[in-house]
């Protein structure tokens, strides 16, 4: 892995954003390689999810993803003209999916700090996706603003929504949230994002041993029968600054058994190929799924790797390409775009870039050096968002 990007006589010099290191070089792949069509990696997996940071600024501080020690006052975030305008990222986004992307995720960060989300959404929806169909366009929220922002979310465009939320005890969340943030707003975030009519809500509880595994059965109980679709994460070493351990970390079959002990779930198919949870479904007296009472899904990345199927993209809000989300070093597409590159070249860049990925780093987890993943600083969740 690791290269450049050359185009006609120019070599852009592609830096990790936090190490700082020049990555080897790859020839500009312009004449080689066609600008559409679906693109497969080096392990033949497709290309088909984006997800775009937008902000690298959170009001929150959870311990796990922006400590505060390490996220506090000195801390130096990037200009707001170091962030991709919304016409480059969307022009990216359509190059993207020309490519095979069907699906684009918004995260930061908080996403929902960058102002006037609402003009972004509104262009990426008027993309198509190879098939003519509109792309799959959703969110992640850690909900704090989305009370005010639900509507205007929704009538841009936006389909779903996904909302972190780490327990319902407003003590516990105050704490995990480091920012005194009370759970009651982040609750009606939710109800406003359903009222304004998103979809497949679904709610993401990242489990950390000792700090809020005792909420795991109050908080399916709560979305039991909502129609809102709770998941489990496991806690994971992303990063360089979170201080993870590994007896942290509560396996996704230990939060099931949990769950069985106290109601009956059955496990169900995945919906879609490359989808990150395992799904459970809630089962009514006969013991089969009753889907008025919905599902749950575990999201297994450190007892269980799901890279084999990994589809995903991750496009940094200052317009770094990365191909996993534990990579050390990222692509430099800004300095395309603001290169005034051609859409064939950039589009070229891409199938190069997705053509050499050999990323699997879950599946080699156990056998790294601790804290060095593939060999450099890693970058952090709140620069690349999940
Ligand atoms: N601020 C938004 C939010 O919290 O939903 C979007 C960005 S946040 C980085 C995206 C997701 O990553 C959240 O669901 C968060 O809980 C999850 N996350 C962050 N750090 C994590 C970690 N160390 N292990 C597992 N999930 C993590
Ligand atoms: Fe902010 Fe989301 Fe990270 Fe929490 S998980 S600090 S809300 S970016
Ligand atoms: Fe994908 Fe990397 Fe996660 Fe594997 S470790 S599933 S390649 S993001």
Redesign the pocket.
């Known amino acids: 892995m690791g290269h450049n990007l050359r185009m006609a006589e120019r070599v852009i010099p592609i830096v990790d954003q936090s190490s700082k290191v020049l990555q080897p070089q790859v020839p500009a792949a312009a004449a080689h390689t066609p600008a559409t069509g679906q693109l497969y990696d080096t392990r033949a997996r497709p290309l088909r999810d984006l997800r775009i940071s937008v902000t690298d600024r959170c009001n929150f501080r959870c311990g796990y993803c922006m400590p505060k020690e390490v996220f506090g006052k000195e801390y130096r975030y990037l200009s707001h003209d170091d962030l991709l305008r919304f016409e480059e990222i969307t022009r990216l986004a359509r190059l993207f999916m020309a490519h095979g992307v069907h699906k684009i995720r918004l995260t930061g960060g908080e996403p929902l700090l960058r102002k006037h989300l609402e003009r972004l959404v509104e262009q990426l929806a008027g993309l198509r996706t190879t098939e003519g169909r509109v792309p799959d366009l959703t969110l992640t929220t850690n909900g704090s603003l989305l009370a005010r922002k639900a509507r205007a979310l929704k009538d841009a465009g936006l389909q779903r929504v996904t909302v972190s939320l780490d327990s319902l005890d407003d003590a516990v969340f105050r704490r995990m949230n480091d920012v005194d943030f009370p759970v009651a707003e982040v609750l009606a975030g939710i109800e406003a994002a359903q009222a304004a009519g998103l979809a497949h809500i679904k709610v993401n509880m990242v489990v950390k041993r000792g700090t809020n595994d005792h909420e795991i059965p109050r908080m399916a109980r709560h979305f039991r029968g909502t129609g809102i679709t709770l998941r489990f994460i496991e806690y994971m070493d992303v990063g360089a600054t979170n201080g993870w351990r590994m007896d942290q970390v509560v396996p996704s079959a230990e939060v099931i058994a949990r769950l069985r002990a106290e109601l009956p779930l059955v496990p169900l198919a995945p919906s879609a190929l490359g989808e990150?949870a395992q799904r459970w479904g809630w089962a009514g007296a006969d013991g089969r799924h009753d889907p008025g009472l919905g599902e749950v899904g575990v999201i297994s990345?450190v007892t269980q790797?799901?890279?084999g199927d990994?589809n995903?993209a991750r496009l940094s809000m200052e317009g770094r390409l990365y191909?996993?989300?534990?990579?050390t070093q990222g692509w430099d597409l800004r300095s395309l775009l603001r290169g005034s590159a051609s859409d064939a070249q950039i589009s070229a860049a891409i199938a190069h870039i997705w053509q050499g990925r050999s990323?699997?780093?879950?599946?080699l987890r156990a056998s790294l050096p601790a804290d060095t993943g593939t060999g450099g600083r890693r970058i952090e969740m709140s620069y690349i968002g999940g």
């Open positions: 990150t990345s790797a799901f890279c990994c995903r191909l996993c989300l534990f990579a990323d699997r780093y879950s599946e």
